[in-house]
């Protein structure tokens, strides 16, 4: 399982209201540049791969609901971004990662511990857990 990371501006830009989760536009896109916590801040910091065989860019997160309990709030999401391989294939890649295009502002990363190549006819599918992501 992938180990997802924040950076560190999404507590800043969260704080100073430029993010909306429950009416942005959140996406996920891959990447094989190893991502800074603390220096990538907006999409073009961290170098998506190149779209083609497969891989047609960022996908958007369907929201369902939003809501906050006790101080937890929990955005729960109706897809998991899913890509197939078709000709050559796509890749490689190491990380998913999610952004606000709304706001170009990037939130975090999943690492996939090494490199990933998706061959003609496999799919890659980012598991969001529970399709919820969970801010404490």
Same mark, same amino acid.
């Given at each position: 399982?992938? @180990?997802?990371?924040?950076?560190?501006?999404?507590?800043?830009?969260?704080?100073?209201?430029?993010? &909306?989760?429950?009416?942005?536009?959140?996406?996920?896109?891959?990447?094989?540049?190893? #991502?800074?916590?603390?220096?990538?801040?907006?999409?073009?910091?961290?170098?998506?791969?190149?779209?083609?065989?497969?891989?047609? /860019?960022? +996908?958007?997160?369907?929201?369902?609901?939003? @809501?906050?309990?006790?101080?937890?709030?929990?955005?729960?999401?109706?897809? &998991? #971004?899913?890509?197939? /391989? @078709?000709?050559? /294939?796509?890749? #490689?890649?190491?990380?998913?990662?999610?952004?606000?295009?709304?706001?170009?502002?990037?939130? /975090?990363?999943?690492?996939?511990?090494?490199?990933?190549?998706?061959?003609?006819?496999?799919?890659?599918?980012?598991? +969001?857990?529970? &399709?919820?992501?969970?801010?404490?």
């Amino acid at each position: 399982m992938a @180990s997802f990371n924040k950076f560190d501006t999404f507590v800043e830009k969260l704080a100073e209201k430029a993010h &909306n989760l429950a009416s942005d536009t959140i996406q996920v896109y891959l990447t094989n540049a190893a #991502p800074s916590a603390s220096a990538d801040f907006v999409k073009t910091d961290l170098a998506e791969i190149s779209t083609g065989n497969g891989y047609t /860019g960022p +996908i958007t997160l369907t929201v369902g609901s939003s @809501s906050q309990s006790s101080g937890t709030y929990t955005l729960n999401v109706t897809n &998991n #971004p899913a890509w197939t /391989g @078709s000709g050559a /294939g796509f890749g #490689p890649f190491q990380y998913a990662v999610l952004w606000n295009s709304t706001a170009d502002a990037l939130i /975090g990363w999943w690492n996939y511990g090494s490199s990933v190549s998706c061959l003609a006819g496999e799919t890659f599918t980012v598991d +969001i857990t529970d &399709n919820m992501l969970t801010l404490v």
